[in-house]
């Protein structure tokens, strides 16, 4: 939260995978004047993660390398180094140890400071929060940092995620959420569900509710938003309005890929081979977060 002697906004990390909700939650999110973030859709400007990056790149222990995920424009810069190798650039050794600490911290109150005075991050200049889709490498690194955040872990059947995955690329004519140019879909499937495993297990060891951490249920904000949204300003201590995101929901139409978004797609629409393969891989995990069946 925004203290009176740092006037840093707590972040507010929405995890896991996307095509998981996050837009819709979001979206609920900016129902506060107490949450700041970018007022647009589909609220995919990081200023955070654009940050620590910066931060880390500074000192030997956030080197980039070549396949990072990193703002291309601004680490492929001259003024970072050699042009053909912008992974390589290093400050020197005694310059860099912990500096991009101080750094990180330096960067985020400054920034803190001068977001909540504009109208499209935060409408009444009330911010404590800065909210943002996040990958969990920038959960981690503010751990590391000792800084306190909060996080909103989305859970969403990955049977469903998967068909929406395919289903906004379709629509798109793209490439995106990790599908590889060439692989066929039972490929693309295979390697999902691996990778999603993990993500379930993390998500096992909350299970409940802590003082920084929530569990969202994607199933849950589209048959209840108005309890969810209870639940959630509850969490944060702020006040939530689940009826302006129902009463808009027709501009956020084309982010869908279902013309429901109530009810589980896979049971009808995935092959019986990837059921059974998802069954194999992820069964136990989904059975424990109540998504067997």
């Not at 279902?258 to 992820?282: K, V, Y």
């Amino acid at each position: 939260m925004r203290s009176e002697a740092g006037s840093t906004l707590e972040p507010l990390l929405v995890l896991m995978s996307g095509r998981s909700g996050s837009t819709l939650l979001m979206q609920l999110l900016a129902t506060s004047d107490e949450i700041g973030f970018r007022r647009e859709p589909p609220f995919e400007v990081r200023h955070l993660s654009y940050l620590l990056r910066w931060a880390q790149s500074i000192g030997a222990e956030g080197a980039m390398t070549a396949d990072s995920d990193r703002p291309r424009e601004f680490f492929d810069a001259p003024t970072l180094g050699n042009r053909s190798e912008p992974s390589t650039f290093r400050w020197p050794g005694a310059v860099a140890e912990g500096l991009w600490r101080p750094a990180f911290e330096s960067a985020w109150r400054a920034f803190s400071e001068r977001a909540v005075r504009g109208p499209d991050y935060a409408p009444c200049g009330a911010a404590r929060f800065h909210a943002e889709k996040a990958s969990l490498w920038s959960a981690e690194s503010l751990s590391e940092l000792e800084v306190p955040h909060r996080r909103l872990y989305l859970l969403r059947d990955p049977r469903d995620v998967l068909l929406s995955i395919w289903s906004f690329n379709q629509k798109r004519g793209s490439l995106d959420f990790g599908v590889r140019e060439g692989e066929t879909m039972v490929e693309h499937a295979e390697r999902f569900f691996v990778e999603m495993r993990d993500r379930l297990r993390l998500l096992l060891e909350l299970q409940t509710t802590s003082d920084t951490s929530c569990i969202v249920r994607f199933d849950e904000m589209v048959e209840d938003l108005p309890e969810v949204a209870h639940q959630l300003g509850e969490f944060l201590g702020v006040r939530l309005d689940a009826g302006r995101v129902l009463a808009d929901s027709s501009r956020f139409a084309g982010h869908r890929t279902s013309s429901s978004r109530t009810g589980s797609r896979w049971r009808s629409e995935l092959s019986q081979e990837l059921q059974a393969r998802c069954e194999q891989i992820l069964g136990s995990e989904l059975e424990a977060l109540g998504l067997g069946g």
